[in-house]
């Protein structure tokens, strides 16, 4: 326990600067609007590129791990879409900022967490555990949006599309072919881009920071409620489950369990906004998430730990 906490001290400790930065106005929203896009667009993908171009990839366990990852997102939002099914407790645009507080994943978190506990290792199954969740994870909330709100120009090219295009599976899908080709890194390159690309780590966690927004958040308390439930609890017991049916060796499954019990993705927000969901709520959702999950993860992994050694 108390190297998760060692751990988490620091991801919580950037975050929170990240916040006050933000709210001093020490620096203007042009850059943090530019620091944003600088780590999604090029930042980012080029840690994935590093971390997957040379690394030794058929050896992993590549049709269990991401089975299991797929079985348990599918498992969380199928339990959503059932929940909001009985009980009708939340409006259309509502339900879409329940759904993607649920399925969703901070990025950031979960890498700068893995690779604090479990190094360049965890590094590779995290890199695949991202590629997959942020396939699957958009074509479900994207899907959502369609259904819920009647959006009749969302069409299945557009996702596509949008996943074609998205930085982060364009990063992984590159150092997935350099390596499978053959071809690879030279390894000065690959130290540079891992130079570079490990920038993304305390930006993307102060970029965290700076997205959070206390205003609202006693008026969107079953929102919260019910996405935290799935979040913090749903999907890590679900994810143990099937790592044991999968008998997944010890790091991958908790690579698995991190990515499962993170807070959601600030980038949730966008998307609301963008396709008509309730932002207010996505907002109120996130910040809750990010401030209950340095209490919630700890307890998870030490829990999780018992159970996969």
Known sequence: ?????????????????????????????????????????????????????????????????ISAVVITVLVSAIIIIVYQSLFKTFSSSTFTSVFQGGVRFNTFVALVLVSSLYGDEGLSYAALAATAMIILINILCVSVFSISMGNEGIKILSVLKQIAKNPLILGAGSGILLNLSGVGLHPILVDSLDLFGRAAFPLGLMLVGAALSFKGISLHYKPILISSIVQFIIKPVCAVGVVLVFKIDPVPAMVLIIFMCVPTAPSAYILARKLGGDAAAMASIITSQTLIGFVSIPLIIFWASEFIG
Not at 6 to 30: E, H
Not at 55 to 62: A, D, G, H, T, V
């Open 1 to 65: 326990m108390i190297i998760i906490a060692s751990a988490l001290i620091p991801i919580l400790v950037t975050i929170l600067l990240g916040y006050a930065i933000k709210r001093s106005n020490m620096l203007s929203q042009d850059f943090w609007s530019s620091t944003e896009s600088l780590t999604y667009y090029i930042l980012t993908p080029s840690l994935l590129i590093s971390i997957l171009a040379n690394r030794p990839l058929s050896q992993l366990p590549w049709v269990s791990f």
